[in-house]
């Protein structure tokens, strides 16, 4: 195990799971196995040892390394993906847009076009957000974030407007085309989203055209957000720019109705068994959060804690979670997983929080098997 791979405190956790699992003084109590299925050579010499390697070293699987099958399974896809994806990208650029389906026939420009047009036609109007402020009688911590929200979309969905404008007067002939028409025009040919608008968006794995069907739900849950300004009944926390605001001001709320020191307090999760549909309103302490996926593992519902994944069920989704803010000296300790909670697949920078599940299991298992929460997958 190489140390300089450690770039985070899960990475450190993780690497600390597997010296506890596979080196600990219990080890040679009974029959020692340095894998799964694969026991300690008995005492022999140089040659001997590769010989019993070659022989009994079981296949390389993700069950060697305490991973689930389904782990191959999203590795494989992702790496077909990619694959894909260059061979698209090789491709002459004055090649047609396709030889079949919805594209076929079309030219590389007339393909860009439709999907500029497109795009600017299913666009909604930008947030009138001095009116909002306005309205916002009350500024309660989910008022903030409501508006905060609306502030980002603003800065994304001006910026789409204004290049995808600029770049239909350059396809005409009106403007000359620049480096960063270019980047746009290639962009939207081929299915990925733009640069300029990643930088101004939140963390995503999706294509162009799941992204922006993603974008305009986003816009849709903060209209009926703003529309009052009450807590929805359940908020889609991967629909936020900034889903840490959210859960911080979860903890806000409660520390200011009960006078608590914020620094003294935690997030407490109760999965549920119910779906955003069966909710009748929001809690009154605390809210209902949706659209949560696990990876690595599943939530079982009738037992309430974490279960075996199901074979091909790569991220099942998560029922809807409550989640409320107590004093750190209530939190439970015995039977949790501490369960990472990213935005997207990547991992790694778009951490978000950290959700305490109840297990059955040693929470060891879940570690080396990457259970986490993803946002959006």
């Known amino acids: 195990m190489y140390g300089g791979h450690i770039t985070d405190d899960w990475d450190r956790r993780l690497c600390k799971t597997y010296l506890e699992e596979y080196m600990n003084p219990t080890m040679f109590d009974g029959e020692l196995y340095l894998a799964p ?17 070659d022989e009994f070293l079981p296949p390389e699987s993700p069950y060697l390394y305490g991973l689930h099958p389904n782990a191959e399974i999203d590795f494989l896809t992702t790496t077909s993906e990619n694959l894909f994806k260059t061979v698209l990208e090789m491709q002459p650029r004055d090649a047609g847009a396709g030889a079949g389906g919805e594209g076929a026939g079309m030219t590389r420009e007339e393909k860009i076009k439709a999907k500029l047009d497109e795009i600017l036609e299913k666009l909604p109007d930008e947030f009138p957000v001095r009116e909002l402020y306005a309205k916002a009688e009350e500024k309660t911590p989910y008022t903030v974030v409501a508006l905060q929200e609306c502030e980002r979309m603003n800065y994304l969905t001006s910026e789409i407007r204004r290049s995808l404008k ?17 980047l746009l025009q290639d962009s939207l040919f081929f299915e990925q989203v733009p640069a300029a608008w990643t930088k101004r968006a939140y963390p995503s794995m999706f294509n162009l055209g799941l992204w922006y069907s993603d974008l305009l739900l986003r816009i849709k849950e903060l209209e009926i957000w703003t529309g009052d300004f009450q807590l929805p009944a359940a908020v889609w926390l991967g629909g936020l720019f900034n889903p840490q605001s959210f859960l911080t001001a979860i903890m806000q709320t409660t520390a200011r109705k009960n006078e608590w020191p914020l620094d003294k307090m935690c997030l407490s999760v109760d999965v549920t068994k119910k779906s955003r549909e069966e909710l009748g309103g929001a809690p009154r302490e605390g809210a209902y959060v949706h659209g949560l996926y696990m990876e690595g593992a599943r939530w079982d519902t009738q037992t309430g804690q974490l279960s075996e994944a199901r074979l091909k069920e790569l991220t099942p989704m998560m029922p809807v979670c409550f989640v409320k803010a107590i004093p750190v ?49």
């Not at 299925?37 to 390697?53: Q, R």
């Not at 600029?166 to 270019?182: Q, R, S, V």
């Not at 697949?345 to 098997?369: C, D, H, I, S, Y």
Request: hydrophobic share 35%; net charge positive.
């Open 37 to 53: 299925n694969f026991p300690i050579p008995p005492s022999t010499d140089y040659k001997g040892y590769h010989g019993y390697i």
């Open 166 to 182: 600029e770049l239909n007067l350059g396809l005409k002939g009106e403007l000359t085309i620049t480096a960063d028409m270019e």
């Open 329 to 377: 000296d209530r939190r439970e300790t015995k039977n949790i997983y501490e369960c990472p909670v990213y935005k997207t697949k990547q991992r790694g920078p778009t951490f978000v929080w950290t959700f305490n599940l109840r297990t059955k299991e040693k929470p060891a298992k879940w570690v080396l098997g990457g259970v986490c929460l993803l946002l959006a997958v």
